[in-house]
C-alpha cells in the first residue's frame, strides 16, 4: 500500500531534549515537506526537500533540522525543544507540485 | 510569494444541502490548486486537484471545484452534503513548474447535521 508513515504518533517530550520524528514514504516519491498545523493557522512548511541532499527552508523552520541522506526517508529533528512547538506535525510527498501531496497520520507533539 | 484565503472559518448545513466553500489565492503567475480534507482526528487527504485544462474538476465523493482565472478562485461545491462531510477542508496553491512552495489556507471547518 502506497503511504507515508510517521513515527511516533504522539510524543511528550520536556524542554530541550533532543527528538526525532521519523517519516518514510514508499512511492519513491522526489518531494518531500514537513508541516505543523495548529489551530486558526492552518498548515504551515517547516522544511522541503527536492531530492536526496537537497532541502530548503519552509515559513517556520527555526528550532527545526531536517536531512535527506536517502530518497524514502525525511527525519524532522528538534535539537532543544520549546513549548511552542507544541503542535501536530504532518509530513508529506509528492512526485511533483502538480501531482498532490499523500500526508502521514501526524506525529502530535507535547512539550512540557 | 503566494498566498490563500478561506473566508469561511466555521458553515453548518444540514444534510441534502448544497455546498460551496470559497477560496482565493493571490499569485502573479500560473498556479497549481488543490483541495485536502481531514476528517476528525486524521491526516489530510487529496479530494481534487487542478492543474490546467477544463477548469471544472471533479474530485473524490462527490465534489467538483471550479477554477475561475480572472477573480483567482478556487471554489469547492457540492450538490447534497452528507453527515459523513463533517470535516475540515484546506484549500492550497503552488506556482506551476518543477517544484513550487506548496501554501496552504487556515482551513474551513464544515459541520453537517443530519
Known amino acids: 500500500e502506497a503511504q507515508v508513515t510517521q513515527n511516533p504518533r504522539y510524543l511528550i517530550t520536556v524542554t530541550g531534549k533532543k527528538l526525532t520524528v521519523t517519516c518514510s514514504q514508499n512511492?519513491?516519491?522526489?518531494?518531500m515537506s514537513w508541516y505543523r498545523q495548529d489551530p486558526g493557522l492552518g498548515l504551515r512548511q517547516i522544511y522541503y526537500?527536492?531530492?536526496?541532499?537537497?532541502?530548503d527552508k519552509g515559513d517556520v523552520p527555526e528550532g527545526y533540522k531536517v536531512s535527506r541522506k536517502e530518497k524514502r526517508n525525511f527525519p524532522l529533528i528538534l535539537e532543544s525543544p520549546s513549548p511552542n512547538q507544541t503542535s501536530l506535525y504532518f509530513c508529506?510527498?509528492?512526485?511533483?507540485?502538480?501531482?498532490?501531496?499523500?500526508f502521514g497520520s501526524g506525529t502530535r507533539l507535547t512539550v512540557v | 510569494a503566494q498566498s490563500v484565503s478561506q473566508h469561511n472559518h466555521h458553515v453548518i448545513l444540514s444534510e441534502a444541502a448544497s455546498l460551496e466553500l470559497g477560496c482565493n489565492y493571490s499569485?502573479?503567475?500560473?498556479?497549481?490548486l488543490f483541495w485536502y480534507v481531514q476528517y476528525p482526528g486524521q491526516h489530510l487527504q487529496l479530494l481534487l486537484k487542478?492543474?490546467?485544462?477544463?477548469?471544472l474538476v471533479k474530485g473524490i465523493k462527490g465534489f467538483e471545484a471550479e477554477f475561475i482565472k480572472s477573480k483567482f478562485s478556487f471554489n469547492l461545491r457540492k450538490p447534497s452534503v452528507q453527515w459523513s462531510d463533517t470535516a475540515e477542508y484546506f484549500c492550497?496553491?503552488?506556482?506551476?513548474?518543477?517544484?513550487?512552495?506548496?501554501?496552504f489556507g487556515t482551513g474551513t471547518k464544515l459541520q453537517v447535521i443530519p
Open positions: 499569485y502573479g503567475g500560473t498556479v497549481n
Open positions: 492550497a496553491v503552488s506556482p506551476s513548474g518543477g517544484y513550487q512552495k506548496v501554501t
Open positions: 487542478y492543474f490546467s485544462g477544463d477548469p
Open positions: 508529506a510527498s509528492s512526485l511533483g507540485s502538480a501531482g498532490g501531496y499523500t
Open positions: 512511492m519513491n516519491h522526489e518531494y
Open positions: 526537500s527536492m531530492n536526496v541532499e537537497v532541502t
